[in-house]
């Protein structure tokens, strides 16, 4: 794991010696380092990876494969690039890591306060294990990402006309389900795109942060709800096949969610956060609850994952609300935790990420 630490620890450098303001050179050598130990592992390196190389070569069979009708984007593109272009597995998934990472930078550009910490939370806490292993639902995911930071880059520079509100609405909508063809489970963020315009006071963060971790008493009937709507090909996974949720992965969101609400402070004179943040609250709560309602059925932690930029974007976001005083004890014990958390949850965990190899390691490549 001494890459990811090297990583790490690069990041915690430039955010405590570095220059703040976020430049487009400054955020290509932020990103670099998160391209790079992705495009460069070997397919060893998560547990679902060496399936999508499978996946990748077997093209033409994936098509018309039974248990991917659902999913058939994928294939697709897999068929495209393989078959059509006659493209390594290498460097597809290497172009597909730089449309990741891209995504990833453009958000960071317009959502973060601080790039440096932002990519730090990212890799020690948020999605880097996931888009490590899951190759589709991390594409899926970055894909569900184009129409927040449109909306955001929209109220930037003015444009938000009914018109154009409608336009990209409907666009976005079409983006999702282009990303569910990946991973069935983006539909889940087809409701989000009509909440782009909230503004939420801090009394509602807390209000819908309490209903959040409140789904812990009534998991059990919410799931049998949404059990009905779950996908055929998922309904086989359950907590009852051996499953149990890490407790840290269960305490932490609600941990940060608290601290978040509690600690932030609205910037604009009518004590309401911008539309861009609000979202970010909707996407923490949100966040909670299905990790909360996967103790009673697994895959639903998997909705988690579409919501969690929202820890990048807030937890900087509330340090900079602490007094001056104050502010570099909790930096540094948040900047701890995360170190912990992601040793004791990436160190021979379930996604299989810690025995780092580059591709030109692996026996597949050599083979080849």
């Not at 909360?292 to 609300?321: D, T």
Request: aromatic share 16%.
């Amino acid at each position: 794991m001494i890459y990811y630490f090297l990583i790490l620890f690069y990041w915690l450098f430039f955010y405590a010696f570095g220059k703040k303001e976020i430049t487009n050179t400054r955020l290509f050598f932020a990103i670099l380092p998160l391209f790079l130990i992705m495009a460069l592992k070997s397919v060893s390196v998560g547990s679902d990876t060496i399936s999508y190389y499978n996946r990748y070569v077997g093209a033409v069979e994936m098509l018309s494969a039974a248990n991917a009708i659902t999913e058939p984007g994928y294939n697709l593109i897999s068929y495209f690039f393989h078959d059509f272009l006659n493209v390594p597995f290498g460097v597809f998934n290497a172009l597909m890591s730089l449309f990741i990472c891209y995504v990833l930078a453009l958000f960071l550009k317009h959502f973060s306060t601080n790039i440096y910490l932002s990519l730090f939370i990212y890799m020690s806490i948020g999605m880097f294990t996931m888009s490590m292993s899951g190759l589709r639902q991390t594409l899926a995911i970055s894909i569900c990402m184009v129409p927040v930071i449109w909306a955001k880059v929209s109220a930037e520079k003015g444009k938000e006309t009914r018109k154009y509100k409608f336009w990209r609405l409907l666009i976005g909508i079409l983006l999702v389900l282009a990303a569910s063809t990946l991973h069935n489970s983006a539909i889940i963020f087809i409701p989000i795109l009509f909440l782009m315009n909230m503004r939420l006071t801090r009394q509602q963060t807390i209000m819908i942060m309490a209903i959040a971790i409140a789904t812990l008493l009534f998991r059990g009937v919410i799931v049998g709800i949404m059990g009905d709507f779950l996908f055929g090909r998922y309904e086989q996974y359950d907590l009852e096949e051996g499953y149990m949720m890490n407790t840290l992965a269960l305490l932490v969101p609600i941990a940060i969610g608290l601290f978040c609400v509690l600690v932030s402070r609205p910037n604009n004179g009518d004590l309401t956060y911008s539309k861009a943040l609000s979202l970010m609250f909707i996407f923490l709560a949100l966040l909670v609850t299905f990790n909360n309602l996967a103790l009673s059925h697994n895959q639903i932690a998997r909705l988690g994952y579409y919501f969690m930029n929202s820890y990048i974007v807030l937890i900087p976001f509330a340090l900079n609300k602490l007094s001056y005083s104050s502010r570099p004890v909790v930096t540094l014990a948040i900047i701890v935790l995360c170190l912990v958390y992601f040793y004791l949850g990436s160190n021979e965990g379930t996604l299989k990420i810690d025995d780092y190899k580059f591709f030109w390691q692996d026996p597949i490549y050599i083979n080849n």
